[in-house]
């Protein structure tokens, strides 16, 4: 059982990354799956999730109208659209699944490893 965030990788600020994030072992739609970013010298916050009925919830308010969650059932993976990408954006994403946004807020039931986004001027 676990959950696979990818998808990071470096681009120039303006560009878009598409984050994934894969469940195996568990079927991922009947969790909510929340979207979590730490730069670097900053605690984790929470970006954006999207419940077991698909309704997303924004929890960084500077991605609102630029990052979009998104879920393919049949592959059992989330995604994390992101345009007009900026170097604040810069972090290390991870995913996390539970049943609940609330509780992947709280502590998260399961957790990708975290994939890296790079923003450059």
Known sequence: VQLQASGGG???????????C???GFTLHYYA?????QAPGKERE???CITSTDNSIYYAGSVKGRFT???DSAKNTVYLQMNSLK?????VYYCAADSSC???LR????????????VSS
């Open 107 to 118: 502590s998260g039931r399961y957790w990708g490893q975290g994939t890296l986004v790079t």
């Open 33 to 37: 799956v929340g979207w979590f970013r």
């Open 102 to 104: 609330l509780e992947t």
């Open 46 to 48: 929470g970006v954006l």
């Open 22 to 24: 894969a469940a195996s």
């Open 10 to 20: 470096s681009v120039q600020a303006g560009g878009s990354l598409r984050l994934s």
């Open 69 to 71: 969650i998104s879920r």
């Open 87 to 91: 170097p604040e954006d810069t972090a």
